[in-house]
C-alpha cells in the first residue's frame, strides 16, 4: 500500500465552523490531490498540487482551500463548512506526468459530516 | 473535456461466474484507462491498466480489454469469489499529463453471491 495517511478519519461538525483535513504522504511523490466521493458522482477532484506551495483547482473547488507548505503534507479547508460539503474525502498522489500513464495512488478516506 | 461513462451501476453474480463492466470514453486523445477497486471502507487501488497501444491486458482472473475505435473499454473477472464484491471504476486519461486530469466513471458495484 502506498505511504498515504489521511486525518481525521472521522469528523462530525458544524455547518459554518472551518474543518481542516490532513494527507500525509511518505512515497516522496510530487503530484498530491484532494478528491470527493458521493453517491452517483463517483470521484471528483477538488485540488491538487504539483509542488510545494504550488497548487490549482479542480471541478469541484469552490468553498476548498488547499496548501502544501512540505513534499509530504497536503491540507485542505473548508473555511465554513456546509451541508453540501458532507462527503467522502480522499487524498492521493502520483509521481507526476508519465509517458507509461498516470497511476494515482489513495489514501484511506476521511469521512466528514456537517450538520 | 473527457466523459466516462460507465455501466452497469451494480451487478450481481453468482460465485464462479464471469463479471463484466463497461465504459466508454468521448475524448480521442485519451491514451491511458486504469481501473481501480474500492473495498468497503477503503481507498481506490489500482487492480489493472491499460494503454492504447494495446487491445487486451490479462492479470490471473482480471482483464482489460480497449477498442479505440469505438472508445469503450472493458474489465473482465473470470471466477468469480466473493471477495471481488466492491465498487470498481474506471478511468480515462492522457499518457504523460497530469494524473488530476483524469476522468472516472462513476463506479460498479459487483456483488458476488456465494
Known amino acids: 500500500d502506498a505511504g498515504i495517511t489521511q486525518s481525521p478519519r472521522h469528523k462530525v461538525t458544524e455547518t459554518g465552523t472551518p474543518v481542516t483535513l490532513r494527507c500525509h504522504q511518505t512515497?516522496?511523490?510530487?503530484?498530491m490531490y484532494w478528491y470527493r466521493q458521493d453517491p452517483g458522482h463517483g470521484l471528483r477532484l477538488i485540488h491538487y498540487?504539483?509542488?510545494?506551495?504550488?497548487?490549482d483547482k479542480g471541478e469541484v473547488s469552490d468553498g476548498y482551500s488547499v496548501s502544501r507548505s512540505k513534499t509530504e503534507d497536503f491540507l485542505l479547508t473548508l473555511e465554513s463548512a456546509t451541508s453540501s460539503q458532507t462527503s467522502v474525502y480522499f487524498c492521493?498522489?502520483?509521481?507526476?506526468?508519465?509517458?507509461?500513464?498516470?497511476?494515482?495512488?489513495f489514501g484511506e478516506g476521511s469521512w466528514l459530516t456537517v450538520v | 473535456g473527457e466523459n466516462v461513462e460507465q455501466h452497469p451501476s451494480t451487478l450481481s453474480v453468482q460465485e464462479g461466474d464471469s463479471a463484466v463492466i463497461k465504459c466508454t470514453y468521448s475524448?480521442?486523445?485519451?491514451?491511458?484507462f486504469p481501473w481501480y477497486k474500492q473495498e468497503l471502507g477503503k481507498g481506490p487501488q489500482l487492480i489493472i491498466d491499460?494503454?492504447?497501444?494495446?487491445g487486451e491486458k490479462k492479470d490471473q482472473r482480471i482483464a482489460v480489454t480497449l477498442n479505440k475505435t469505438a472508445k469503450h473499454f472493458s474489465l473482465h473477472i473470470t471466477e468469480t469469489q466473493p471477495e471481488d464484491s466492491a465498487v470498481y471504476f474506471c478511468?480515462?486519461?492522457?499518457?504523460?499529463?497530469?494524473?488530476?486530469?483524469?476522468?472516472f466513471g462513476d463506479g460498479t458495484t459487483l456483488t458476488v453471491k456465494p
Open positions: 498540487s504539483y509542488g510545494v506551495k504550488d497548487t
Open positions: 492521493a498522489i502520483s509521481e507526476g506526468p508519465r509517458p507509461t500513464g498516470n497511476t494515482i495512488y
Open positions: 475524448d480521442s486523445a485519451s491514451n491511458y
Open positions: 491499460i494503454r492504447s497501444n494495446v
Open positions: 512515497e516522496n511523490h510530487r503530484y
Open positions: 478511468a480515462a486519461s492522457i499518457r504523460g499529463t497530469n494524473a488530476g486530469k483524469s476522468t
